[in-house]
């Protein structure tokens, strides 16, 4: 009986591709392992949103032999897309699939014998990657990434996203809500909903994603949705009124921002300037003033001088919102933001970096004090460290407590009574409202 391991670089994305793709495999009788144990097989799901993530890719192979120098390695992903002849060339890579293959692993495992001599690569033209593959991770979370839509047709000048993945596309709403009902019929009891361009669901089937959302409310058996990601321009106003009056789709946002100056978001080819951001996130506190939003920023962009950093600094201090996701800019082939002038060097792209990395923590940490001595209801997760668990609360605020199992996956309410030292909440149980867990 054969077995595979997997490792999965990147985003939520990528996680529910890999969590499908191992599921294909079991159903046809492989067994799964732990990347760390010795396996026929090693499937290494990539990213290649910057160098760092391509960087990481030899080194995951180079750990997978070290499990089974024998085994067959399989590189997969938006880097085997963008790169395969690259790839091809690291040792011990025997198979690289590109975006319209990965999903037919198992028929090229089959194919292969044995071990071959060198990497052999399949890896069609980007454009003739058109159908939608679903999927969904699930087994090694309490919540599962639910993937309804892939590709992106906006080609902002700094992303590779659109070359990796193709076109934007989707299933309709009937057949997602098909998946849906799969992960309902599971433990999980909270669904990320997940994409490359989200707010650009059913685009080709004249639906869109405030259609999907409404639908989804009629699966019971799901407690609670996150949005993943949604791009400022996409986020309807009906979608923000939706969340603020619905049960199950959480108070909490995620909204790509990359540059604070608006002349650089145009060079950037970004489809908003900064005074739609900005209404944006008012309309959502507005009307949930308690809500997480989360933003993605770009520093050390071509172009980006100390005034126009100083620019999106203060844009981001001023903005109401909860914490950033911030990433230097790096140069990637194929890119119209490579042949720009004003490089950036890299000490100051790392400098901007940690001082946005800092003015993260004090909106977050400043976050969490707000909601002291409020009452939120927190899924507990399954990891334990040294007594203690975790689980987010419905406006995505990490907490932790003492470990008790009867909590895991288990939806509690609590109060945040404080900050500890790790930056996370403390928090106390509302044992009257959980002491059914604990009847022997």
């Known amino acids: 009986m054969k077995s595979a391991a997997f490792y999965t670089l990147g985003c939520k994305l990528n996680f529910s591709e890999t969590s ?20 026929d097989v090693y499937v290494i799901n990539t990213c290649s949103v910057t160098d760092h993530a391509d960087r990481k890719c030899k080194k995951v192979v180079k750990e997978a032999l070290r499990y089974n120098p024998e085994a067959m390695i399989v590189i997969i992903g938006c880097y085997a897309q963008l790169k395969p002849q690259e790839i091809a060339n690291i040792p011990g890579v025997d198979l690289v699939l590109g975006a319209a293959e990965k999903f037919n692993l198992i028929d090229h495992l089959n194919a292969v014998v044995s071990k071959p001599k060198q990497a ?7 454009k003739e990657t058109t159908g939608f593959i679903p999927g969904f ?12 839509q892939d590709g992106c047709d906006y080609f902002c000048s700094f992303c590779t996203i659109p070359l990796a993945r193709g076109s934007s596309r989707s299933h309709t709403i009937a057949e997602t809500m098909k998946i ?10 909270e669904v990320v909903l997940t994409g490359v361009n989200l707010g650009d669901f059913g685009v080709t089937h004249q639906e869109t994603f405030y259609d999907l959302l409404v639908q989804l409310h009629t699966i019971d058996a799901i ?34 921002l990359q540059s604070g100056s608006n002349e650089l978001l145009k060079s950037m080819r970004r489809k908003y300037q900064t005074d739609l951001y900005q209404q944006k996130v008012g309309y959502i506190k507005q009307l949930m003033p308690n809500a997480a939003i989360g933003v993605d920023v770009i520093v050390g962009y071509p172009g980006e001088t100390d005034e126009a950093f100083l620019e999106t600094y203060q844009f981001l201090n001023q903005l109401d919102v ?12 194929q890119t119209t933001a490579v042949k720009l002038k004003g490089k950036v060097h890299q000490y100051k792209r790392n400098e901007r970096v940690e001082q946005l990395r800092i003015l993260s923590e004090k909106k977050q940490q400043a976050f969490y004090r707000a909601n002291m001595g409020q009452k939120h209801v927190v899924l507990f997760e399954h990891e334990e460290k040294q007594g203690k668990m975790y689980g987010y609360t419905d406006n995505y605020i990490k907490v932790e407590v003492d470990y008790d199992p009867l909590l895991v996956n288990e939806l509690v309410e609590v109060e945040i009574t404080g900050i500890n030292s790790e930056g996370f909440a403390t928090a106390e149980l509302d044992y009257s409202k959980t002491q059914a867990l604990h009847v022997s």
């Not at 909860?322 to 082939?333: M, N």
């Open 223 to 256: 407690d609670r949705y996150r949005i993943s990601s949604i791009e400022p321009n996409l986020l309807e106003d009906r979608i923000i009124e939706l969340v603020a009056n619905s049960k199950k789709v959480m108070p909490h946002f995620h909204i790509p």
């Open 137 to 148: 991770s699930i087994g090694d979370r309490t919540r599962s990434f639910l993937k309804v």
């Open 322 to 333: 909860t914490y950033l996701h911030v990433f230097p800019y790096s140069d990637r082939a």
């Open 20 to 39: 499908t793709i191992s599921r294909q495999l079991t159903d046809q009788g492989w067994v799964k392992k732990a990347f760390t144990e010795a396996a």
């Open 120 to 126: 052999i690569v399949f890896n069609k033209n980007i």
């Open 180 to 189: 849906a009902q799969q992960v309902a019929e599971t433990e999980i009891k």
